[in-house]
């Protein structure tokens, strides 16, 4: 079994058009998951770090959104642009990025 450092999950769910909640898959999710494999890759983090995109995690108006276990530490609005931040800070230094939090 792999010994991962961190576990990131990134929401992809894409709800019908006009649907109230919206998604994360209506708000560029695709191109941060895009955006943070490219950067798991370039740093040589395949092996400390394991990515995965999943269905809602819930807090659809908030999206795109992540999650980072074993910390639980949740991101929202992520874009592409702080992809680079979230790998450096929180990935490789152990500090989550606090102004991409998910409010509580």
Same mark, same amino acid.
């Given at each position: 079994?792999?010994?991962?450092?961190?576990?990131?999950? !990134?929401?992809?769910?894409?709800?019908?058009?006009?649907?109230?909640?919206?998604?994360?898959?209506?708000?560029?999710? #695709? *191109?941060?998951?895009?955006?943070?494999?490219?950067?798991?890759?370039?740093?040589?983090?395949?092996?400390?770090?394991?990515? #995965?995109?999943?269905?809602?995690?819930?807090?659809?108006?908030?999206?795109?959104?992540?999650?980072?276990?074993? *910390?639980?530490?949740?991101?929202?609005?992520?874009?592409?642009?702080?992809?680079? *931040?979230? !790998?450096?800070?929180?990935?490789?230094?152990?500090?989550? !990025?606090?102004?991409?939090?998910?409010?509580?």
């Amino acid at each position: 079994m792999p010994d991962w450092k961190h576990h990131v999950f !990134v929401c992809t769910n894409k709800r019908p058009p006009g649907h109230p909640k919206g998604s994360c898959g209506d708000r560029g999710c #695709n *191109e941060v998951r895009t955006a943070l494999a490219e950067a798991i890759d370039a740093r040589e983090l395949f092996e400390t770090v394991k990515l #995965n995109t999943t269905d809602c995690l819930g807090p659809c108006r908030a999206g795109p959104t992540m999650v980072v276990y074993p *910390e639980n530490v949740w991101y929202a609005g992520v874009r592409p642009g702080d992809i680079a *931040e979230i !790998v450096q800070s929180h990935l490789v230094e152990g500090r989550p !990025v606090a102004r991409l939090l998910l409010p509580s």
